[in-house]
């Protein structure tokens, strides 16, 4: 059992920085896969990246490469997301998520746990 709190959404303008944190809680907690989706206004959750169990791999969606980072941090139980020169495209409510560590999926149904959410908003 995992539980999920994200912090640090807001309003941010174009171009601009956020950094998303997800305090993590509950046994097993290394063992997992966590990452983040995000769903914008009539739209279906969707697939932001995570990172591994060891905190030494990666992965994103293609319209965030080189613009958001992942992290990881153990003694802390927390998770981040790092989002630089955000566009209005990436408004939206972000949520942290786990699953059991293994192969890496898009899909939210591979995803047990979730977090509340925290909206992020892109001016232009």
């Known amino acids: 059992q995992v539980q999920l709190v994200e912090s640090g959404g807001g309003l941010v303008q174009a171009g601009g920085s956020l950094r998303l944190s997800c305090a993590a809680s509950?046994?097993?907690?290394?063992?997992?896969?966590l990452g983040w989706f995000r769903q914008a206004p009539g739209k279906e959750r969707v697939f932001v990246g995570v990172?591994?169990?060891?905190?030494?791999?990666?992965y994103y969606t293609d319209s965030v490469k080189g613009r958001f980072t992942i992290s990881r941090d153990y003694a802390k139980n927390m998770v981040y997301l790092q989002m630089n020169s955000l566009k209005p495209e990436d408004t939206a409510v972000y949520y942290c998520v786990a699953r059991i560590a293994g192969e890496v999926y898009v899909a939210p149904s591979a995803y047990p746990y979730w977090g509340q959410g925290t909206q992020v908003t892109v001016s232009s």
């Open positions: 509950g046994r097993t907690f290394s063992s997992y896969v």
């Open positions: 990172v591994n169990f060891s905190g030494g791999n990666t």
